[in-house]
């Protein structure tokens, strides 16, 4: 057995945790902690009205300077008491001129108000400041001055300083509005079959690697080990001919990712030097995966092999590796840390030492087959129920990317599954809330 020493999947350092930063701020309601972080890009002062109309006027479309025409428009028709109501609550100034305009821009206007009223935000500003936390606003902004607060994205609240991974690109793919519940109300319970799954990748790692813990101190000694793994994992595949749970690493479409590859394999015909990437999912029941299923393992193994070909033909990008993840190449690293990389035949003191045997290695690899491997088994019984093969499609595989990224940038709100797909549905634990499911079934 070839033996791997290592140990994977060390926790990332959180930093600048929004939850975190609220609780500690220690300021009160109207002083939230990022107001104190110096690389926050939030504004320092917002108005609570500024939230609300901007809300109403981001939807329909109209900019700032609409807001005192809105105004105008309700006391012009007789909403003098809503005037009143709106300064008290909201600081309005009161000297706005009244002012008549057409009943087409006055419904445009009460829409997009009633839109904003929807939005939790508006909710919570329409309650006070007081209530405010986390998203609260100073409440001196002057309207007129105040700008839309840049909405933070998945991937800044959830992978802050970390990598996007490849499953979370998948689990995007299978169901954008899962994914958000995900994120925002964490994991649901594993079922039975998910267990199985995993316990026989455990089995199959076993067949090739050993693990053992090694303390670790850092995020640069995460990184040392993960990239020792690496070294070991990619020796092993050309001496053994085999190796599995290989991490990798590198930016898709201009952001991180990382991923895990499940197995790679050297061709047995002796002549090529380019291995094939296998994936193999196990199936509860012996049926053969519908087309979903197979697009989704087909983007995860597409995805690896872009990670796999990019660490091969291209300059890591130490620098921006350095930067976006806070890394120190300096980081002297552990006796623990320097004791597991010498066992390996390696002498590395810090950090740098150990990514500049990382970059070597990368470049003594070959890129990986263009076709692709996608294997089903029977749980019960580890029977194989098909092997399936595929080419990489690289605009394809981009554009699934691309898409992906967009939900995670926030360039666009999260799609639900489509007509084709509603099965997925029944097998999701977030159906009882999901908006899909209640559109569906009131129709
Ligand atoms: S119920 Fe359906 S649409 Fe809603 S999150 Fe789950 S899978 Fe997606």
New binding site residues.
Partial sequence: MAMRIGRLGFGWRPKFDAKQRCKSSGGGATTPGWRNDPRSDLPARRGALGEAVFGAFELSGHTVSNLSRAVRLRETRGGARILRLLSLRFALRPELQVEIVSDEEMAIIEAALAAAAARPLLSAAVRGVATLSCTAYSTSGDIEDSAPPPRRSLLSRFRERRAIAVTDITATEW?D??ME?VLEHGKPERTEAMKAGSDRHAQLEQEVIERVDIAIRSAEESWAVKFMNFIVGTNQLLFNGLTRELPVIGVVEGSWMVGIIDELRMPVDGISFHPILVDTKTRFKATIPSEAQKRNGRLQLMCYKYLWDRLIAEKFPAENFFNYFDLNPDFLLSDDVKRYISSLGFNAQTFGDVLKYYKITCHTLSRSQEQLILRYELQADQSLLEEYQFSYDDQWFKDQIQEALSFWLGAREPK??TEEELW??KF?K??ST?P??ASTSSC
């Fill in positions: 169901c509005k899962q519940f639900f599954v997925k549905c999701c977030f159906a999901c899909k499911i």
